[in-house]
């Protein structure tokens, strides 16, 4: 997410991992002792210093004051923040908080001057803190910059190409599931709710789609399902037995995998054992208008 105001610029990086947050002294990021992967074998601090470091020279000749821009060896003075949002609700990061505290690390990008790892309730509070500092020497130290308000609208429509509000409106979530995961076996049926943007499935009590722990081939956390506004797609978090859709193995691919309607999904295995779990995905417009269908049916 970037974020861009009148005084300040920050990009965050969101992760719906659940659980105790750790941060290992190789600088490695884990959920409940899992490792947690951003981008390709990336902790998710360097994964947004990444994004950070690409859009950076896109803004910059937007961002400068004007007696800079053509001082490109002063370009790294102006410094804007970073960070981490956990999203899940069951996250708990006080000891990766404590963890960089204590360490005072060096920033990774020369040009950061924060780096913040923060809950949906502190949003708004990070962005009002967010600031644009133009380095000027240890006399000087930080001195505050600006942004116009018709600048701000050049640079996400033109620059980052950013989608209209009305757009996104249409795609925020109402509330309502938009799919179901549906568990049928010997011991009965069972329906999970999918109206998450991020939803991790697997064995582990804090996934958000828990799976009976006699299915012993699936691991603690197993997959995601994700809804952006390119559609519902499925992605393996690197389980032990696999992950298969449509009966194609997907635990081999970095890709995820557009979900369609009525979609099977096992777990543990391609064939069906008392150990391998199947799910049917089906999506909530879909499902609402084939029970209206049925209901038609028999009257």
């Not at 549906?182 to 499935?201: A, K, T, Y």
């Not at 069906?272 to 209901?295: G, I, P, Y």
């Amino acid at each position: 997410m970037v974020v861009l105001t009148e005084r300040g610029f920050g990009i965050l990086e969101m992760k719906h991992s659940s659980g105790e947050i750790t941060i290992g002294q190789d600088g490695t990021w884990y959920a409940n002792r899992e490792r947690i992967h951003a981008g390709i074998h990336l902790n998710p601090r360097r994964q947004v210093q990444k994004y950070a470091e690409e859009i950076r020279p896109t803004l910059l000749p937007w961002l400068l004051p004007a007696d800079l821009k053509k001082s490109p060896e002063r370009w790294n003075d102006l410094k804007f923040q970073t960070g981490i949002c956990f999203t899940n609700p069951k996250a708990r990061f006080d000891k990766a908080k404590e963890f960089l505290t204590q360490k005072r690390p060096t920033p990774i990008l020369q040009w950061e001057s924060d780096f913040a790892i923060i809950s949906p309730a502190d949003f708004t509070a990070w962005v009002r803190e967010l600031r644009f500092q133009m380095d000027s020497g240890p006399a000087q130290q930080f001195q505050p910059v600006r942004v116009l308000p018709t600048t701000i609208l050049h640079i996400a429509n033109k620059v980052l190409g950013a989608t209209d509000w009305k757009e996104l409106l249409s795609a925020m979530p109402t509330g309502e599931p938009y799919g179901y995961l549906i568990l049928e076996d010997s011991d009965g049926r069972q329906v999970f709710n999918l109206h998450q943007d991020e939803s991790v499935i697997g064995r582990n009590p804090d996934c958000d789609v828990v799976i009976p722990e006699r299915y012993i081939r699936v691991s603690k956390w197993h997959c995601k399902i994700t809804r952006g506004i390119n559609g519902i797609t499925i992605k393996d978090l690197g389980s032990k037995n696999g992950t298969y859709w449509k009966g194609q193995a997907i635990s081999t691919s970095t890709r995820s995998f557009e979900l369609t309607h009525d979609s099977n999904i096992t777990l543990g295995g391609q064939f069906l054992t008392e150990k391998v779990c199947l799910l049917r995905f089906e999506l909530h417009d879909q499902t609402s208008l084939n029970s209206l269908s049925a209901k038609l049916e028999t009257q």
